[in-house]
């Protein structure tokens, strides 16, 4: 299995810091089959990133990603009040072919 | 872009078979790869299984025994039964489709809270 580890489990920041979250795997993710959700309170998963680095439909692009390999990054650039939330990567590949990381909390400061 | 819409029943018995139905509009359910996915409160979220638009099936090893997907191409709906329930099997679940081009889930439904007690 390709358990996905996500760090820091919380990150506590301000409006407008720079958040960078990590998502470490235990093996080399294939083909960069490497996505990242958003999850806010009472709502479903949201996709933001997919293939490590490409933006989904609508996501602004204070959202990038980065990373290949077994070390990937979500990084938002300037945090609006929005973006205070759980943020989940997942992987496909391997068997079992789809993991979740256990998710990283943005609460404010 | 497609919309989902889980059914089911909100509580389910111990040991009993929790059934869920996802209904697909905006598109045939024909074309896509389907899943679903599992939150239990104040947790992350757990890959339950999917089913390619072939009919081949995947699910998650710890599931396996007691999990089935299926597809009914009639009335453009997909359905999951989860045999054996236990409260460890309480969690909000969720319908999604799976991206053919990069694994990636683009549309989710709403989610439903399944609640397993007597």
């Known amino acids: 299995e390709n358990v996905l580890t996500q760090s820091p489990g919380t990150l506590s920041l301000s409006p407008g810091e720079r958040a960078t979250l990590s998502c470490r795997a235990s093996q080399s993710v294939v083909s960069n089959y490497l996505a990242w959700y958003q999850e806010r309170p009472g709502q479903g998963p949201r996709l933001l990133i997919y293939g490590a680095s490409r933006r989904a439909t609508g996501i602004p692009d204070r959202f990038s990603g980065s990373g290949s390999g077994t070390d990937f990054t979500l990084t938002i650039s300037r945090l609006e009040p929005e973006d205070f939330a759980v943020y989940y990567c997942?992987?496909?590949?391997?068997?079992?072919?789809?993991?979740f990381g256990g998710g990283t909390r943005v609460e404010i400061k | 872009q497609v919309q989902l819409q889980e059914s089911g029943p909100g509580l389910v018995q111990p040991s009993e078979t929790l059934s869920l139905t996802c209904s697909v509009s905006g598109g045939s359910i024909s074309r896509y790869h389907w899943s679903w996915i599992r939150q239990p409160p104040g947790k992350g979220l757990e890959w339950i299984g999917y089913?390619?638009?072939?009919?081949?099936?995947n699910y998650k090893p710890s599931l396996k025994s007691r999990v089935s997907i299926s597809v009914d191409k009639s009335t453009n709906q997909f359905s999951l039964n989860l045999g054996s329930v236990t409260a460890a099997d309480t969690a909000v679940y969720y319908c999604a489709r799976l991206s053919e081009n990069n694994y990636s889930f683009k549309d989710w439904g709403q989610g439903t809270l399944v609640t397993v007690s007597s």
């Open positions: 997942q992987q496909f590949g391997g068997s079992p072919p789809i993991t």
């Open positions: 089913i390619f638009y072939t009919g081949s099936t």
